[in-house]
């Protein structure tokens, strides 16, 4: 049940979100599509289906205040639900609050490098929020391997990360260098929805900044301008302390 005070923290939340708007909705210059050539056609082969996202299992308002970054996981699995719950956050952050720079072409795409994650084999997908599916792009080690592919090699120990990438050329065209800010605070709020849904369903992480850059221009074709990395997502069991 929703008290006043809920609320009032519901309200301030939304307050701050408007503020981080204000300036993709009041453009000083006439804002044009982004064109065709500027964006990457979608991928929508390998598919493997998502179950529905796992509903929340606390108010947001109960974990909230105890929220605070955490990089190491016990070695459960995450499941698809919860996965597929995390992802759904992020999309539909995005979705509401920026509706315009969407319309326009300017899209932020969310990947996931999946290692525990239950039905999901160890690789690189991207979510197809619109088939509620991920597309496997590539595949990923493991293991002492897989720290490879970070800077923070704890980060390699989670079942999963939540990449989250954006056209940062379609931006620059729309909005000029404006449009880099944009989008770091699209995918700042995406990857936080992110960071929110899984404390709904008591699981903990950090953002970060993600994997390497070679790793994603090698797996993911981001070439950095069409395809840019903007910040991940680490998620998980929280386990208690750090491993030696
Ligand atoms: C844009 C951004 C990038 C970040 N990148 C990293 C990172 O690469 N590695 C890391 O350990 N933490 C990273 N962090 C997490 C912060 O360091 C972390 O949230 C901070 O230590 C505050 O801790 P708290 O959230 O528990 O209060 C990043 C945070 C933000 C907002």
């Not at 981080?20 to 991928?43: E, G, N, Q």
């Not at 932020?108 to 999946?114: N, P, S």
């Amino acid at each position: 049940m929703t008290t006043p005070v809920d609320e009032d923290r519901s309200e301030l939340l939304m307050e701050l979100l408007a503020d981080t708007r204000l300036d993709a909705v009041s453009a000083r210059r006439p804002l044009s599509p982004v064109p065709d050539f500027l964006r990457i056609p979608p991928d929508r082969s390998n598919l493997v289906a998502l179950p529905e996202p796992a509903a929340p299992r606390a108010g947001l308002p109960d974990v909230l205040l105890d929220r605070v970054s955490v990089h190491y996981f016990t070695p459960a699995a995450l499941t698809g639900a919860e996965l597929a719950a995390m992802l759904d956050a992020a999309e539909r952050m995005d979705a509401q609050s920026w509706p315009q720079e969407r319309a326009a072409g300017v899209d932020l795409e969310l990947y996931c490098a999946a290692w525990r994650v239950t039905g999901l084999g160890t690789g690189l997908y991207r979510y197809l929020p619109e088939k509620a599916a991920l597309c496997r792009v590539a595949g990923l080690p493991d293991g002492a391997a897989a720290e490879e592919l970070v800077l923070q090699r704890e980060f390699a120990w989670a079942p999963a990360l939540i990449l989250i990438t954006g056209n940062l050329a379609g931006a620059l065209d729309r909005h000029g260098s404006h449009g880099h800010r944009l989008l770091l605070a699209r995918a700042g709020a995406a990857g936080n929805a992110a960071w929110l849904a899984a404390l709904r369903l008591h699981l903990g992480g950090t953002v970060f900044a993600g994997l390497l850059p070679h790793v994603l221009r090698e797996r993911a074709g981001a070439d950095g301008y069409h395809r840019a990395a903007l910040i991940a997502f680490a998620a998980g069991q929280p386990a208690t302390g750090a491993p030696a």
